[in-house]
């Protein structure tokens, strides 16, 4: 790797990668989920995933990078910490659904870190339209993640402390 360019086409490689196994642990959370709105928006959050990962493939294709995906360490460990903390817990009702909300919010944490300085390199090289894709896709995300923390604060929290 010597280029911006480069580094931009890992990047995508990496968030590719770190989608397909994002979206895998959250179908898993919204199985595991004891509380129907919970477990409805977690659906439709691995739905947006999906949609981000073609996004990422697309920009991957326009820009000329090889198609694959680069296995992103950093999601695996967020995986096996969202399997020993949620997924394979003994937590169960509104304790785990907080569980769940702050594994999924980690995940969250972490695409947004790597869609926005994904975003940057795009920026960086012109590629404007581009940078408004994964523009769109950091709203998401910031969306989803916003929503978990109301549902927490309004709801699952407290229930948690009542059990």
């Known amino acids: 790797m010597t280029t911006l360019k480069d580094l931009?086409?890992?990047?995508?490689?990496?968030?590719?990668?770190?989608?397909?196994?994002?979206?895998?642990?959250?179908?898993?959370?919204?199985?595991?989920?004891?509380?129907?709105?919970?477990?409805?928006?977690?659906s439709a959050s691995k739905s947006g995933i999906d949609e981000h990962t073609q996004t990422l493939k697309s920009l991957l294709s326009d820009i000329g990078g090889e198609m694959k995906k680069d296995h992103c360490k950093g999601m695996e460990g967020l995986v096996k910490e969202a399997h020993k903390h949620a997924i394979d817990s003994d937590l169960s009702g509104?304790?785990?659904?907080?569980?769940?909300?702050?594994?999924?919010?980690?995940?969250?944490?972490y695409g947004i870190a790597g869609f926005g300085t994904t975003k940057a390199f795009a920026e960086a090289l012109g590629e404007n339209e581009a940078a408004s894709k994964l523009d769109q896709a950091l709203d998401d995300i910031y969306e989803s993640d916003s929503y978990m923390s109301e549902l927490a604060e309004r709801s699952r929290n407290l229930d948690a402390m009542a059990d």
């Open 8 to 42: 931009y086409i890992e990047e995508l490689q990496d968030l590719w990668s770190a989608n397909n196994q994002m979206a895998e642990t959250v179908a898993k959370l919204a199985d595991a989920a004891s509380d129907s709105t919970l477990s409805d928006r977690l």
């Open 94 to 109: 509104a304790a785990l659904d907080v569980a769940i909300i702050a594994q999924y919010q980690r995940m969250c944490h």
